[in-house]
């Protein structure tokens, strides 16, 4: 496919997680240039496209396509709509970068890959937590050796989504959204320990569905351990149902030669679904004050990453591998493998057994 200089995208879908893509569009119009934007809410697509100077509105994603002058595609809608909006970015041979949750359904991830690979487009998924540069540095020290053998990980997500959103909201609809907290918020999370670890090969979970508002077999409450094809071991845990809480979301990762763990996010400009300053204790340290271990955190001035905004490196991620003709680093291919994860989670409530993710 011949490239555009600068990259020319059609955004579709203009709601909040578009509002934090945007600054890609506007920080760098010179590799990333936003054409045409696109939502079946005209008032919403005309705010989107004055804040982001676009001049190219549309209401019709297929006439989007056919019509706008692009090379690809930035899907920030709901998770059911993502296979169609894949497939038809595909025919048309545009490059697609699709916001988490790949996909709603495990057959519509496998239809999604089977039509970019037709194609040969780049299919990417906006797996954010990625392209934070903490996260750069903490996989780094990992490959590197530095917590030795990695033994097991945690990471859990509290917030309390259901009263912030209107009622009826996709979110709480689990066949709009594939299901809850889980494949809407945990998915970040889990899919950051893949990205460090590995793949999962089983999976034990329970889910359940506290609040009213989650209709369609949605759940606000999950916990589930996660036992990876190296040998790591994980749990999670996912609540929607509180009002309160000493922190929205962590994580961990315990190894033979060390331990770290994420702070809460200082102030909100921190940003959405990052944590705060990554922590690090080695056990060549010398003991704190009372025994207590020493934590440091984490540098990240050797990470090679365009900002320190995440969306803004996941964009330019995706326009780089459009460009070089590179499998993205959360590509359509690795990331179906977060939704087993998923999926398994949700069959093992189901059944009450563990779930070996290959029989999915």
Partial sequence: MIMSNPLKV????????ARAHMTAYLQYPDRVKLMAVCDIDESAAQEYAKLSNVDAVYRDFDKMLREAEIDAVDICTIHDQHPAQVIAAAEQGKHVLTEKAMAHTLQGCRDMIEATDGAG????????????PDSVAVKRLMEEGALGKIQAVRTHAIFAVTR????????????????????????HHVD???????????????????????????????VATLEFE?????????????????????????????????????????????FGTIMMSLKSQDQGEAGRPVFEPV?????????D???????????DCCREGKEPI??????????????????SSRTGRAIDLDSL
């Fill in 230 to 274: 190296n040998g790591v071991i994980g749990d999670l845990f996912g609540n929607w149902t509180t009002f309160r809480s000493p922190e929205a979301m962590s994580y961990m990762v315990f190894g033979s030669n060390g331990t770290l763990h994420s702070t809460p996010p200082k102030t909100p400009e921190q940003g959405l679904n990052q």
């Fill in 309 to 319: 905004n995440c969306f803004v490196n996941e964009i330019l991620h995706f326009e």
């Fill in 192 to 222: 950051l320990l893949r990205y460090y670890v590995g793949n999962v090969k089983r999976v034990t979970g329970v889910c359940k569905a506290v609040q009213p508002e989650m209709v369609n077999g949605a759940e606000d409450l999950v």
């Fill in 121 to 132: 487009v780049v299919l990417m998924v906006a797996q954010n937590l990625r392209y934070v």
């Fill in 164 to 187: 912030a959103n209107a009622a009826g909201h996709w979110m709480n609809d689990g066949k709009r959204a594939g299901g809850g907290i889980l494949m809407t918020n945990t998915i």
């Fill in 330 to 347: 959360s590509s359509g291919k690795d990331n179906i493998e977060t939704i087993k994860m998923i999926m398994g989670i949700y069959e």
């Fill in 299 to 307: 540098a990240t001035t050797e990470v090679d990453l365009p900002s």
């Fill in 10 to 17: 059609g955004l579709v879908g203009t709601g909040r997680i």
